[in-house]
């Protein structure tokens, strides 16, 4: 049996980055960008107003005030979309939309609301000339080529995760594909005579085959592709031939049969047929795992991770180790899971000496977290996982957490914060 640690180094040691795949740039949400990306022009590409206004001088509006608004000719309107032909003079103004270029000569945009054309509109008096309610300083309400982006500047860098700002920033730039690490395909088998489709009607010594749509589930939450290669009986032969279904795939998943029992057959087709790193691991729920690889007719070694058949140590066991490698596989450096401390409310024993994964339910109250275990924690009771936002980690070493003691609780679901 080996520690936790050791199980997950070697698995990482194995997997590396995939290669980088151009897609249109909506579909890359969530991907990690493959190449750096600099502007080819600035952003906004030339000034323009920030409001709906008129675009002045600013020595035509010095002394301005509501009581005695400065008078200005308005020489013309210059719309969003439209260059502007139209040059401000002193006293004169241009009537200009939001996002309009400027016009040459103007250095202040005078919002709407600063003029008196509310007023004028009423009155029927003269379009021809706007009152300018309010002094303002050079520069005012107007939006300066570059000021977002500079021409040639580094806007986004490889390996950076894509959120929606970052798919928009490429957008302003005028990216219809982006280059990105692809996501990592994951075949996910189940095996065990007992296990039945959801789509079959219930039979006696039978139950449901969970662990096909909560692993797939796990692989798409963290940025993954599952293919589902269904249900292999605990056969020799049949287990073989459907796995030899997921060789083209970058990770191969089983579920059950990697325990000692004299249908657990996994491990059993992974020594003939592949090898194996290892197939215990110092830790609960999830002892009986196995690693190791199986080699592709081109002679490439796919990674195959044999988790527990048991729903809750399936589960737990991808969260320590399948989350972290596919992660890696997607291109990002940071392969932690996020953890708190919390107060413990339970008391916890640990009697065999084993890491232990206890589905606890976090909760902050006086500036501190506090945990409380959902209930009973068999391996077969799936809904503690439901129930549960966080696992407490109790070490090997330690024979019982007492309540009011601290422990480290690593909070279920990834943290796809960026990597800095």
């Known amino acids: ?135 303002l ?89 599952p293919r589902l290669l269904g249900i292999a009986p605990d056969n020799i032969g049949q287990l073989s031939n459907a796995l030899r279904h997921g060789l083209d795939c970058d990770m191969l998943i089983t579920s059950g049969g990697v325990s000692l029992g004299d249908y657990d057959v996994v491990k059993q087709v992974l020594a003939a047929e592949g090898d194996i790193s290892f197939w215990t691991v110092r830790m609960k729920p999830g002892k009986p795992l196995a690693f190791g690889t199986f080699t592709r007719d081109n002679g490439k070694k796919v990674p195959h991770l044999g988790l527990p058949g048991n729903p809750v140590s399936s589960m737990i066991t991808f969260e320590v180790f399948a989350c972290p490698a596919i992660v890696k596989m997607r291109g990002r450096r940071n392969l932690t899971k996020p953890s708190i401390t919390a107060v413990m409310e339970d008391s916890i024993k640990n009697s065999d000496g084993r890491r232990i994964f206890a589905r606890v339910i976090v909760s902050g109250r006086e500036g501190k977290y506090f945990a409380r275990l959902t209930g009973p924690q068999g391996s077969g009771i799936l809904t503690s996982m439901v129930k549960a936002n966080g696992l407490a980690i109790i070490p090997e070493t330690t024979k019982v957490v007492k309540s009011g003691a601290t422990v480290e609780v690593m909070m279920l679901g990834w943290d796809e914060a960026q990597d800095e």
């Open 137 to 225: 300083p050079i520069g005012s309400n107007i939006r300066c080529s570059g000021e977002d982006i500079a021409k040639g500047e580094l806007v986004i860098k490889r390996g950076r995760l894509l959120h929606p700002a970052e798919l928009g920033v490429l957008a302003s730039l005028g990216k219809g594909t982006v280059s990105v690490i692809r996501r990592p395909v994951v075949a996910i088998l189940v095996t065990g005579n007992e296990v039945l489709d959801i789509n079959q009607p219930l039979l006696p010594g039978k139950i449901y085959n969970s662990n096909t749509y909560s692993l797939a589930a796990q692989v798409l939450s963290y940025g993954g592709i």
């Open 1 to 135: 049996m080996i520690s936790v640690e050791e199980a997950l180094g070697r698995i990482l040691d194995f997997v590396s980055v995939l290669e980088p795949e151009e897609k249109p740039l909506l579909d890359c949400l969530g991907q990690v960008l493959a190449e750096d990306v600099y502007a080819p022009f600035g952003v906004p590409p030339q000034d323009n107003s920030a409001m709906d206004g008129y675009a002045v001088q600013a020595g035509s509006i010095e002394g301005a005030s509501y009581e005695c608004p400065r008078i200005l000719r308005v020489v013309g309107e210059v719309a969003a979309g439209c260059v502007a032909e139209l040059k401000v003079e002193p006293e004169t103004a241009v009537r200009i939309m939001t996002g309009a270029s400027l016009p040459k000569g103007a250095d202040i945009v005078v919002p709407f609301e600063a003029t008196d054309e509310v007023d004028r509109k009423r009155t029927l008096a003269s379009e021809t000339e706007i009152g300018i309610r309010c002094e």
